[in-house]
């Protein structure tokens, strides 16, 4: 190849360097971000068919939804304190000023979730952190009775339609608050052929508990034990 040659090459290639430069522009590293009005969502993520491969690379898969598009448990609504409740939340906050009840429901909901798992799964450890001993000694037994059957459950917790605090009290330093939960739940018992002998895995039950729970305001553990079981 010749010097004219070279020459030729170098000079198509400053040019065609330039005109980049001139369309696209420079970037400094200061340039300001677009304003956004603070007030306005961000704009939600492109959708994508189900099993469609997406350009970026990725794929989605679109979830069933539960029918009837039933609140999840933890989109559940808000707890109300009942007006007969009213007076015993006042009691309690005032033996123990950190007390809410809305605070409070919301962390009963998390307990329920635990124990109705825990218990379906035998899961004995668990219980024993959440529950006082006399309820921890029925649930136990409970369970031992479903293992000698050699039956399993299976609990499904589709979500809570309400879970209220109806009565609270104290008991001398003892703080006693009853919520009623109202869930929405699929429990079927199968043998030790998989073979269901309780229940219907195609229905949901309404199903409506009163649990109450127990804490001793005097102490430093901030902990609720559930203390009572009982269903309307």
């Keep these: 190849m010749g010097n004219i040659d070279i020459i030729l090459i170098a000079l198509v290639a400053v040019f065609l360097v330039l005109r980049l430069r001139s369309v696209l522009g420079r970037r400094t590293?200061?340039?300001?971000?677009?304003?956004?009005?603070?007030?306005?969502?961000?704009s939600a993520p492109p959708q994508f068919p189900a099993n469609e491969p997406r350009r970026d690379g990725g794929n989605v898969?679109?979830?069933?939804?539960?029918?009837?598009q039933r609140p999840a448990a933890g989109g559940a609504a808000p707890v109300e304190v009942a007006a007969a409740a009213a007076d015993g939340v006042a009691r309690i906050r005032a033996a123990d000023p950190s007390f809410d009840g809305a605070g409070f429901g919301s962390g009963a909901r998390g307990a329920f979730e635990m124990i109705v798992g825990a218990f379906a799964k035998g899961d004995v450890g668990t219980l024993r952190t959440l529950l006082d001993g006399p309820t921890f000694i029925s649930f136990e037994s409970a369970i031992r009775e479903r293992e000698s059957r050699r039956q399993t459950l299976e609990t499904n917790l589709i979500g809570f339609l309400s879970s209220d605090i109806v009565d609270a009290r104290m008991d001398g330093s003892r703080a006693l608050v009853t919520v009623r939960f109202v869930t929405e739940?699929?429990?079927?018992?199968?043998?030790?052929?998989?073979?269901?002998?309780?229940?219907?895995?195609?229905?949901?039950?309404?199903v409506t508990d009163l649990w109450t729970f127990a804490r001793?305001?005097?102490?430093?553990?901030?902990?609720?034990?559930?203390?009572?079981?009982?269903?309307?």
């Design 216 to 232: 001793d305001t005097r102490s430093d553990d901030p902990n609720w034990l559930l203390v009572r079981t009982a269903s309307e």
């Design 61 to 68: 898969i679109n979830m069933p939804r539960q029918p009837e």
């Design 29 to 42: 590293g200061n340039e300001r971000p677009p304003t956004q009005d603070p007030f306005t969502p961000p």
């Design 185 to 206: 739940q699929i429990n079927v018992t199968r043998d030790a052929d998989g073979l269901a002998v309780d229940g219907n895995p195609n229905t949901v039950e309404r």
